[in-house]
């Protein structure tokens, strides 16, 4: 058993929640206990990751998606669902995101470029004025292998654009709906840009700049970091920990 809020303070500094904007409430959403016996860790925020962590005996659920994104909105249809889910089962809610996304040894682009097991690694992609992402270099290797790679360790199938060189050394990664990014990879020559989601302008943007790109789906390429998060609490704090996986292929 824990106090919660010691948890939430070392999250919250852990990831220097301050250092960047961002859309989403990042840290404490919805209040549950004060004693906290038990951790769900998923990678959105939704009805069937509460369900799971209520019937997991849950106190505390930590989420890279959570529900908050700097808007107001009525607590009513499928958002009221969810907060009424959470306060009536007594269930906390906390989430992470570009503090996720970004940290250079847990978040979701540092794990992705280091399952590829990259060398020279440094910060990537800016958003906001600040850089999200990583770039390192690989062993020489066929893109087939990394899509391989990064299929398995992701546990999902890849999109791939390959109008790269066959053979990839430099690479970048900014996991989730950072299709957008793509230009920055071609600026910097990459041989090939990981992300999460791809839309359409990619598809000439990778033949005109002469890039790989491996889409890895926005839930997919995102799992790594807050699973991350998990074993780092779980080996921080006296609490069980659970990572629930709720597919989604999207």
């Known amino acids: 058993m824990v106090k919660c809020d010691e948890v939430l303070n070392f999250w919250n500094t852990y990831l220097d929640i301050a250092a960047i904007s961002d859309a989403s409430h990042n840290g404490l959403q919805v209040e549950g206990p004060q004693e906290v016996h038990k951790i769900v860790f998923g990678v959105s ?6 369900e799971r962590a209520h019937a997991a005996q849950a106190d505390l659920i930590c989420v890279h998606h959570g529900l908050l994104w700097g808007q107001e909105q009525a607590i009513a249809g499928m958002f009221g669902n969810r ?3 959470l306060l009536e089962h007594h269930l906390g809610l906390a989430a992470y995101h570009l503090p996720l996304d970004k940290h250079a040894k847990i978040g979701n682009n540092a794990c992705l ?4 097991q990259a060398s020279d690694v440094r910060p990537f992609a800016g958003y906001h004025g600040v850089q999200i992402g990583y770039a390192g270099r690989l062993t020489p290797q066929p893109l087939s292998e990394i899509v391989q790679s990064l ?3 992701c ?3 890849a999109q791939v654009l390959a109008f790269g060189p066959q053979t990839v050394q430099a690479v970048g990664v900014v996991s989730g709906g950072a299709y957008s990014m793509l230009p920055q ?38 799992k790594c970091g807050i699973r991350a998060l998990s074993e780092l609490t779980a080996n921080r704090f006296p609490v069980d920990v659970e990572f629930i996986e709720t597919e989604n292929p999207l």
Do not use: M
Not at 45 to 50: G, I, K, N, Q, W
Not at 113 to 116: C, G, I, N, P
């Open 155 to 157: 546990g999902c199938r």
């Open 45 to 50: 925020a939704c009805l069937e990751l509460f």
């Open 83 to 85: 907060v009424k889910y």
């Open 185 to 222: 990879a071609i600026e910097q020559k990459l041989d090939l840009y990981v992300t999460g989601i791809l839309d359409e302008p990619a598809y000439e943007w990778c033949r005109e700049g002469k890039i790989n790109c491996i889409a890895l789906g926005h839930y997919h390429s995102e």
């Open 113 to 116: 470029l280091r399952s590829l």
């Open 151 to 153: 299929e398995t360790f």
